[in-house]
């Protein structure tokens, strides 16, 4: 019976952890290390009312240089504007052109199924006063 319980939380987590379409949110391709959120916000703002622009950075330890990734996420207010961007398929960014395509977002698990303690061991965790 248990290891027909844990298959079943093992094909849960693999459900899971498959990426699924974020219909508020898009993703820019071909960023230029000179591109701004600032930049995208503006260039973004024609196709509706954007909630949050996201460019992720690689950290390079030892230069001091930070760098972006090559993309960055722009989620909307709603799926019209969303889709909106997705249907005219590219945008001009200070002399770039970036693609524009669907963004896909991954659900992680709750924090029990990676085997670490929940929020009841949390509560009786104490720090040793030496």
Do not use: C
């Not at 230029?32 to 959120?37: A, I, L, M, Y």
């Not at 240089?65 to 090559?70: A, D, V």
């Not at 960014?93 to 929020?119: H, Q």
Request: charged letters at 40%; hydrophobic letters at 30%.
């Amino acid at each position: 019976m248990n290891k027909i319980i844990e298959k079943k939380k093992l094909e849960e987590q693999a459900e899971m952890a498959k990426p699924q379409e974020d219909k508020l949110t898009v993703k820019l391709k071909n960023l230029t290390n000179d591109t701004s959120e600032d930049d995208i916000w503006n260039a973004m703002a024609k196709f509706g009312k954007i909630m949050k622009v996201k460019i992720p950075m690689d950290e390079h330890p030892g230069r001091g240089r930070r760098r972006n990734k090559g993309f960055a996420f722009v989620t909307f207010e709603s799926e019209f504007d969303a889709e909106k961007a997705l249907k005219e398929g590219e945008v001009t960014v200070e002399f770039s052109t970036l693609e524009i395509e669907k963004a896909m977002k991954r659900v992680m698990p709750p924090r029990e199924s990676y085997g670490g303690p929940g929020k009841e061991e949390f509560k009786n965790l104490t720090r040793s006063k030496n």
